[in-house]
């Protein structure tokens, strides 16, 4: 569920770096229309119409046809004023399990032995303090 909910976030996060928003798919229909009458009007292709909507020819489209003003302002992708939004997502999970480590028993060595190495710096006699002879 963590994935899934991770994979929405950024497709949300996505979409926003590019400036579209859920409203914009609202407004395709409006697109193809206003497509539609420049085809029928102009004899536009798509590429020429792209351009006169959202390229270099947008100013000049938009200066020469001002009776067309109400319809350029329904279409998509249009946005006159942005929003920066922040989104900070923090996942807690609280059911972690700790998995004790297990050594196999194939890599366990049986025959271990201990031999106590320490030895008592009393018990020698160099350290002993001088005795009168």
């Given at each position: 569920m963590q994935k899934i909910a991770t994979a929405i976030l950024s497709v949300f996060i996505l979409a926003q770096s590019f400036n579209v928003?859920?409203?914009?798919f609202l407004h395709i229909d409006d697109l193809i229309a206003h497509y539609e009458y420049h085809q029928e009007t102009f004899g536009d292709t798509i590429i020429t119409f792209i351009d006169k909507?959202?390229?270099e020819l947008k100013s000049e489209h938009n200066r020469e046809h001002q009776e067309e003003r109400e319809d350029h302002e329904?279409?998509?992708?249009?946005?006159?004023h942005s929003c920066v939004h922040s989104v900070v997502a923090f996942f807690n999970q609280n059911d972690l399990e700790?998995?004790?480590?297990?050594?196999?028993a194939d890599?366990?060595?049986s025959n271990f032995e201990y031999h106590?190495?320490?030895s008592h710096a009393v018990d020698s006699s160099i350290f002993q303090p001088p005795k009168n002879a």
């Open positions: 928003s859920f409203g914009d909507h959202y390229g329904k279409l998509p992708f249009e946005h006159q700790v998995i004790p480590k297990i050594i196999p890599q366990v060595s106590n190495s320490y």
